[in-house]
């Protein structure tokens, strides 16, 4: 991996020069062109991912053929479907590159490595879990306390520059509204 | 902290007895009874708790006055309002007993020195965060693709005892339905 993505991929953490190292040697580039599938419903999962560039999508399909949009990924966060990594079970979501990208792949494996052997990187991805946790807490209250105005307000603030990467179906299927109510409320924000 | 209710909590954690003892010296019991208020809205919060026994309920008030449960917590959880307790930021939620409860507080200040002096303790941390991480994304995903019926089958499947501690609107304002709609599903259930 490239020093400067390095480090800036780990600015808030507190590695040494070696650890960086050690680091940026397990993380290997993928890059994905609009329309990849990085994961399917039944996969195993081996992977966590950094997004460098371009934009992701994890989504689960519904037994009616339904999409519904768990997540998107753009630069600097991270994705794979997280409960098939952390327990070894079959993956439940599908991920799809929505924008061409450039992302970092690292292996589970690698990464129980790395958490014995640098404390800091330990630290790093609890930290992370913590600001996680508590995104989704907020976009559960925001379920179930606000209507879907405020929701779409809600996700335009915390994916700023995401509206040209997504269709509006995606955008829709995220905030649990159909197409039609989406467009209701951007005409009524437009006015 | 009792040695007994110390090794219960931390069964998969992997401490020296010495640390287990220094871990258990920062955790102080708390008694509740119903009705008792643990957080309020506005509040600073410096701790998160164990609950050992007993049921607590996290709320959030919206401007209408209206309730909506973001967690309960029953025998061997943590509560807290993290996003206070993690950022510093005031609390947004609001916390109370809803069963006679002993819980067990750990502030954020031992959190951070227990991080640091014992990377078992941030491990099992990291670890309980993935846990949550995975059940926040299941309840979203449910929140988007399930029906009503399903969500409070999860439920029920993931607080089986809890029943009989709370009332019909908590249970509601967890699942993000009315009251009547609760009834009509059970109803449905029972026939």
């Known amino acids: ?34 329309g990849d599938v990085l994961l399917s419903e039944g996969d195993t ?12 999508r994890t989504y689960f399909l519904d037994d009616a053929g339904k999409e519904h949009t768990l997540q998107f990924a753009i630069r600097d966060w991270w994705i794979s479907d997280y409960t098939a990594f952390f327990t070894g079970d079959k993956a439940l979501t599908n991920i799809e590159c929505i924008q061409h990208a450039t992302i970092y792949k690292l292996s589970r494996k690698h990464m129980e490595q790395l958490y014995l052997d640098i404390p800091a990187f330990e630290t790093f991805f609890r930290k992370k879990l913590e600001r996680r946790f508590m995104a989704l807490q907020k976009r559960i209250l925001g379920n179930l306390a606000q209507p879907a105005k405020d929701r779409y307000l809600s996700f335009v603030e915390n994916y700023p520059d995401i509206q040209q990467s997504v269709k509006n179906y995606h955008i829709a299927s995220f905030l649990g509204i159909t197409t039609e109510s989406l467009s209701r409320i951007r005409k009524e924000l437009a006015r």
Chains 1, 2 share one sequence.
């Open 1 to 34: 991996m490239e020093d400067a993505i390095l480090a800036e991929l780990f600015k808030e953490a507190d590695f040494s020069v070696e650890e960086l190292r050690t680091i940026g040697s397990l993380l290997k580039r993928v890059n994905l062109k609009k």
């Open 45 to 56: 999962v081996l992977y966590t991912h950094f997004v460098y560039s371009g934009c992701l």
